[in-house]
């Protein structure tokens, strides 16, 4: 990896206090894919890259060194993206917490990166969230390779309409013996999710809980803390 | 600093571990500001050491605002000079210090003493949201202004507890953003001139 990388379209996932006066910045770039940056001084109230590691807005962001610990010497706003407002943000959040904790350092991809830029866009727009969530979702897994094929059953056969499969973790798709089974899906469902026809919400729900399992197996242990979140503000 | 900790009197390491509790304090950081506390400002040393007892000894959490005082309801919320249908929620007390030196505002204030974080599990249980809402319930507050910081994490704090009080019938107002006083266009950064455009208002 270069020893100075200069003005690469970034986007600020999250900061944390480094150190006295610094700032320790998750990034997701284009070019370079998840690194941290270290913004020194960038806790001290006259610095200029306080206000401007800013998450969900467009960054082109400059730094350099290698290893653990690289640091961040410039970062402009690129504009054009109002802010994520109310119930929006949360969502961000959860895009932020997913690439976090499923996307590997320093692995570029910029089809991923090219899907966060265009959810975001979506949620600003005002798209229905479930469905900018789940096509994010979907673009994640197939780019880190963890996409099953959900055209096909584990064994090779394809979904059939009016079938009802399971989907089992190192396994993949099961069509299920006898009818309803909890946690099964409707071969519908499944079609409509692959070809990217959201238009129905049975296929919005049903596929919540897919990518819900999914995502969670290839988490592992720990839930995600915007998922919790959401749960507790629920009982208040 | 290559001596370790158990090279040095027991008194000094002890100082030095208790040091590194302050946020973004190392063990370099930490034996620096000892030596320089003993050696070049043992009367500062004094201050710090029965400041920290003092606060330590004294200090709980308002009842009311949920900041630091030492009676359990502070001098600001027990003063009949304040509006008491006001309500200001702000994310620590540093903040409502900022507030009250505006000398704009004559209301109460409730202090997070945070904010929702939802990357570092930082939620509504961790923040103790209820208290807020109980605090806000109390039958004489009319508005709630949410001063919590415009950053994505205070943004997000004000959304969730505007819609918490809403749905219980308080009036929820949000302190505005913009323009700093005195700012000419021409100097202001653009993420904030693009704020202004966003939030403008009827004039
Ligand atoms: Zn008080």
Redesign the pocket.
């Known amino acids: 990896m270069a020893d100075r990388v200069d003005q690469a379209e970034s986007w600020v996932l999250h900061t944390r206090p480094y150190r006295e006066t610094s700032l320790l910045v998750d990034v997701f770039s284009r070019e370079h894919g998840r690194l941290s940056l270290v913004a020194r001084g960038g806790r001290r109230p006259q610095s200029s890259l306080r206000a401007r590691l800013l998450a969900f807005q467009p960054l082109s962001l400059s730094w350099f060194g290698k290893g653990a610990v690289r640091t961040l010497h410039a970062a402009e706003w690129q504009g054009g993206l109002r802010d994520l407002a109310g119930g929006t943000l949360i969502c961000g959040f959860y895009l932020n917490e997913l690439l976090l904790r499923l996307l590997p350092p320093e692995d570029a991809h910029a089809t991923l990166f090219d899907a966060y830029g265009a959810t975001l866009r979506a949620l600003v727009a005002g798209e229905t969230p479930e469905r900018c969530l789940r096509r994010f979702e979907l673009v994640l897994l197939e780019e880190m390779g963890y996409a099953e094929p959900l055209h096909q059953t584990a064994a090779g056969a394809p979904i059939e309409a009016e079938r009802r499969y399971c989907w089992r973790p190192e396994t993949g798709l099961v069509e299920t013996a006898g009818g309803d089974e909890d946690g099964s899906y409707a071969g519908a469902m499944l079609q409509a999710l692959t070809a990217g026809d959201w238009s129905h919400p049975a296929v919005l729900q049903g596929s919540k809980l897919l990518m819900r399992a999914l995502i969670a197996h290839h988490l592992g242990a720990g839930q995600l803390h915007t998922r919790q979140l959401l749960i507790d503000l629920n009982t208040l | 600093m290559n001596a370790t900790a158990s090279d040095l009197p027991e008194p000094l390491a002890a100082l030095i571990d208790g040091l590194r509790a302050l946020p973004g304090v190392g063990p370099k950081s930490a034996a620096r500001m000892a030596f320089h506390l003993l050696q070049r400002d043992r009367s500062g040393a004094t201050r710090l050491a029965d400041g920290l007892r003092g606060a330590l000894d004294r200090l709980i959490h ?6 630091f ?1 030492e009676a359990p ?6 003063s009949p000079r304040r509006d008491a249908r006001q309500l200001a929620v702000v994310e620590m007390p540093v903040d409502l210090n900022r507030i009250e030196e505006t000398h704009g505002y004559s209301g ?2 409730f ?1 997070l003493m945070g904010r929702l974080s939802p990357l570092d599990g930082i939620g509504p249980r961790e923040l103790g949201l209820e208290r807020l809402i109980r605090r806000a319930l109390d039958g004489v507050t009319e508005e709630v202004i949410l001063a919590t910081n415009y950053t994505v994490e205070g943004e997000a704090t004000a959304h969730y507890l505007g819609e918490l009080l809403k749905s219980r019938g308080l009036k929820v107002t949000r302190i505005a953003r913009g323009v700093p006083a005195g700012g000419e266009l021409e100097h202001v950064d653009a993420l904030t001139l693009a704020q202004a455009l966003v939030d403008r208002k009827n004039y």
Do not use: P, T, W
Not at chain 2, 62 to 67: H, K, T, Y
Not at chain 2, 73 to 78: K, N, R
């Open positions: 308002c009842e009311r605002c949920n900041s005082s309801v502070c001098g600001l919320c027990a109460l204030y202090v």
